[in-house]
């Protein structure tokens, strides 16, 4: 974390790194770590991304929009990975709206959780 302050990893098994080499792509933001793994046999490259958003409303909660600003930013830098993996908790929370476009064919979900956070919004924002 640039600010010394805990951050995010990724633990990686050792057969992914027999087959693959890998390179930190981005560890400059914090609560963001990017990390892209080519092949030694072929051409095929995925990228993963590891987040953190803290909660809205904590002592080290920030701007959202440019937590996701970035992300995104790196997301279209990592165009040519044959596949990109975001994981981690975004403190994102969306209650009943809608999570996806009216062109997917995806069922509706069923939230027990009605809150809606700014975080939410702004990865809504994010997925559109």
Known sequence: APKGS??????????ILNDYNFEVVDATFEGLFCVKF???L??????????YLPPEGSVRGRNSQNFFSHLLLNIYDQSESDVIVICGDF????????????????RSRTSIDKTVNQHGKSFLRVLE
């Not at 805990?6 to 057969?15: A, E």
């Not at 072929?42 to 987040?51: A, E, G, I, L, R």
Request: one cysteine or more.
């Open 91 to 106: 403190n994102s929370r969306i209650g009943t709206l809608n999570d996806f476009s009216d062109f997917d064919s995806i």
């Open 6 to 15: 805990g951050g995010v990893g990724l633990f990686i098994k050792q057969w």
């Open 42 to 51: 072929t051409d095929f490259s995925f990228t993963v991304f590891s987040c």
């Open 38 to 40: 080519t092949s030694k």
